[in-house]
């Protein structure tokens, strides 16, 4: 069978991963400037309420899309063989699906609207079922890409989608659109994407070759624990969502929403620069124990290095950070973001732990994450909502925590590492970022109060107060993590050069 939709790989290994965390990276802070920008600016157009109808009525069409997908595309990354059968077969497989879960959706639409008690968010909840078809049509040309090491897809494609929801939802928000603005510019997004995918994957249906039943029912079999994994957090954020938006206010399902918005971007950051990397490159070192061994605590150390310091400051300064840059109105989602400050840090522990098991096809082992991180987060979820939004965020933090510590106690002796490995990666960075976390919380909460003074002095003093923590905790690094400072100070070398 013809691999023509594989390229013949040109250059080593690590080169290649470098090159793709560095552009990742450069990507990174371009789009998460705009998305800020953009998030910035939406707070002042929209109020918390319209925010909650747009997270309501999309809610939906953002779980089913987990099963349009149904874990294909990471089998189409992890395969070795028979990749145009794969890719064809993948293909029709998910734009079936896509086309009968957005059925449902539309089908769902009035039973959303009676749930949240609104007409609006039902209505769209129909006018976004249409995404689901839009986004089956990329999963396999996204999947090409990543498995060639294509970084165009993180150079481009994601640009290109950021900006495009971008200027398209604060363009029709501000000429009196509201709420539709959204819509029209997630719309106006996924068929940017679509468009560039397609043409810089250079893949069409029915080139070279044929879907299989018998082999859709293989790349199922390896994709079922992902499927089930994605499906219980869709589950909990649909949930989360409904409690939220019914049990207390719109108001606060529009805090719930920017809280988490913003709390995303760490996690974001580690999903661009790590996992997209991390997946093809341990499914290529699946066949070199010593090589696989040395990525994964690598990987492990810069990541969990890299997201602790973010993590702190969201937890000293989330509360008044959301306060000076989005308003008072806004206040309440400056609550769930200092909430939501535990899962920046276990998705990077999940981005190690489960690319790596992917990498090497135990993906079985993943029932136990969902399981785990399902039963202590619902849980959670109804034990501390008397909390009302902090209730929420905490029982989102501690089960991503959860689930992240769990991925990577079973990847463990899949790679050959030990216990004191990990020990010795994750101890000394918290034990850096903890004392001037703590001196931060006092100086900002009993002295500065930089909420308190207007936008401009407000954000003078929070820049400040961030520039003065990430030194001591670099200082500190240097210090007694040195290890842990080397591999930074390495990928920053690497980051600049590029």
Not at 117 to 144: E, F, K
Not at 151 to 178: D, H
Not at 290 to 297: D, V
Not at 354 to 368: A, C, P, V, Y
Request: glycine share 10%; with cysteine; charged share 10%.
């Amino acid at each position: 069978m013809s691999e023509s939709t594989e390229p013949v790989a040109t250059a080593p290994l690590a080169g290649t991963l470098r090159r793709g965390a560095a552009i990742a990276t450069g990507t990174l802070v371009f789009t998460q400037l705009v998305s800020l920008a953009q998030t910035l600016v939406l707070a002042r157009l929209l109020s918390p309420a319209e925010v909650g109808w747009f997270a309501a009525g999309t809610v939906l069409s953002g779980f089913l899309l987990t099963f349009a997908e149904g874990g294909m595309s990471n089998a189409v990354v992890q395969r070795q063989d028979r990749l145009d059968d794969v890719a064809a077969t993948v293909f029709w497989a998910t734009l079936l699906a896509g086309l009968g879960w957005a059925g449902v959706a539309l089908a769902a639409a009035p039973l959303m609207a009676r749930i949240f008690g609104s007409d609006t968010v039902g209505l769209i909840c129909a006018l976004s079922a249409g995404t689901i078809v839009l986004h089956a049509l990329t999963y396999v040309p996204d999947a090409l890409l990543q498995r060639r090491f294509d970084f165009r897809e993180r150079l481009i494609v994601q640009p290109v989608i950021v900006v495009t929801f971008a200027v398209t939802s604060v363009t029709l928000c501000a000429t009196g659109f509201g709420v539709w603005g959204l819509v029209v510019g997630s719309y106006c997004s996924v068929l940017a994407w679509l468009a560039a995918t397609w043409t810089l994957a250079g893949w069409r249906p029915g080139r070279g070759g044929r879907p299989s039943f018998a082999l859709w029912r293989e790349l199922a079999s390896f994709s079922m624990p992902l499927v089930l994994w994605t499906v219980v957090n869709r589950a909990r954020d649909l949930l989360e969502t409904a409690i939220v938006g019914a049990a207390l206010s719109a108001t606060a399902l529009g805090y719930y929403r920017y809280g988490r918005r913003l709390g995303s971007l760490p996690e974001t950051a580690v999903i661009d620069v790590g996992s997209y990397v991390l997946f093809p490159a341990f499914s290529r070192l699946a066949g070199d124990a010593q090589r696989m061994r040395s990525a994964f605590l690598r990987a492990l150390q810069v990541l969990w290095t890299l997201i602790l310091p973010a993590a702190c400051l969201i937890a000293v300064v989330g509360e008044p950070l959301v306060t000076v840059l989005l308003g008072e109105k806004w206040r309440g989602a400056g609550v769930m973001l200092v909430a939501l400050a535990g899962v920046g840090p276990g998705v990077a522990l999940m981005a190690v732990g489960m690319e790596s098991i992917k990498g090497l096809g135990r993906t079985r082992l993943l029932h136990w994450v969902t399981l785990g991180a399902t039963a202590l987060g619902i849980g959670l979820l109804f034990a501390l909502l008397p909390l009302g939004l902090t209730g929420v965020g905490l029982a989102l933090s501690i089960s991503s925590l959860t689930a992240g510590l769990l991925s990577v106690l079973l990847a463990r002796p899949l790679v050959g590492a030990t216990v004191g490995d990990l020990a010795h990666r994750l101890a000394p960075p918290v034990l850096v970022a903890l004392p001037p976390a703590a001196a931060l919380w006092l100086l900002e909460h009993l002295c500065t109060h930089a909420d308190q003074h207007g936008f401009l002095l407000g954000a003078a003093v929070l820049a400040a107060e961030g520039a003065g923590y990430l030194a001591l905790y670099g200082t500190g690094l240097a210090l007694f993590a040195p290890a842990a400072w080397r591999e930074l100070v390495a990928v920053a070398r690497q980051v600049r050069h590029r």
